[in-house]
């Protein structure tokens, strides 16, 4: 088992920036691929970014390209993700997800573990 807990959200006006993060605990030894997924009010949880297991290769929504980025430091078993040029539709619950898969995946079925969710508010 993997426990996930993800800190950081807040309310920030549009175009600032915030940085969440996710520390894992539990069966950690084999650190997993890990991902970031939103979910607006009334909408799917929609996929955000991902990250492999070294943190070599990354993979990201059209919609989040080139504004945020996603990073892990293996030796705290955490991984953030950095928001900058933040828009009034970023507004959502962000969760943290991992699995044991090798491969970096962009649907929610792919991850095993979930985090509680942390909220980001974005106000015009």
């Known amino acids: 088992q993997v426990q996930l807990v993800e800190s950081g959200g807040g309310l920030v006006q549009a175009g600032g920036s915030l940085r969440l993060s996710c520390a894992a605990s539990?069966?950690?030894?084999?650190?997993?691929?890990m991902g970031w997924f939103r979910q607006a009010p009334g909408k799917e949880r929609d996929f955000v970014a991902a990250?492999?297991?070294?943190?070599?290769?990354?993979y990201y929504a059209d919609s989040v390209k080139g504004r945020f980025a996603i990073s892990r430091d293996n030796a705290k078993n955490t991984v953030y993700l950095q928001m900058n040029s933040l828009k009034p539709e970023d507004t959502a619950v962000y969760y943290c997800?991992?699995?044991?898969?090798?491969?970096?995946?962009?649907?929610?079925?792919?991850?095993?573990?979930w985090g509680q969710g942390t909220q980001v508010t974005v106000s015009s």
């Open positions: 539990g069966r950690t030894f084999i650190s997993p691929t």
């Open positions: 997800a991992a699995t044991n898969r090798r491969t970096i995946g962009s649907l929610t079925e792919e991850y095993d573990y």
């Open positions: 990250i492999s297991r070294g943190g070599t290769s990354a």
